[in-house]
């Protein structure tokens, strides 16, 4: 079994007004799936023993979800995404958690539609600068 020294990982959670949760010092696991075709990543986060209080919160007002993880000394944002669906439960009598389910880019991939003229003799730069303009209308932005 290999050591899990000096790890170190964040969990933030942010709403539409821009105020963020950082529950970072709770238990909590992930994974993280990021496939090399055209699907959006997606994270299945799991926090343990919540607080009812704070656990509501998270259900009603919280959209956004940022999760860095590495070692110290090199640490760095791992997933930015929208949370899609939180569902509450146990896994005994004494241990509860919420779920996360957050994706990366689900709204643009889904719904942002380009349409723009390039002039002739465009180049790579113009026509990614061009669709990025378009994203960013559903929150992407050029990398992390």
Do not use: C
Not at 44 to 59: E, G, K, M
Not at 101 to 124: Q, S
């Amino acid at each position: 079994m290999a050591d899990q020294w000096l790890r170190k990982a964040s969990l933030v959670l942010e709403n539409a007004a821009g105020d963020q949760l950082d529950i970072s010092q709770l238990h909590f696991k992930f994974s993280i799936s990021a496939a090399d075709v055209q699907t959006p990543a997606a994270a299945q986060i799991r926090v343990y023993n919540l607080s009812d209080n704070t656990a509501q919160r998270i259900q009603k007002e919280f959209a956004k979800v940022t999760l860095r993880a590495g070692y110290e000394g090199n640490f760095g944002t791992i997933f930015v995404g929208d949370v899609k669906q939180i569902r509450r439960g146990k896994e005994t009598s004494i241990d509860k958690y919420l779920d996360i389910t957050a994706a990366n880019g689900d709204m643009a991939y889904n719904f942002a539609v380009a349409n723009f003229t390039l002039a002739a003799g465009w180049t790579a730069t113009e026509l990614y600068n061009a669709l990025l303009q378009e994203l960013s209308l559903y929150g992407i932005t050029a990398g992390y």
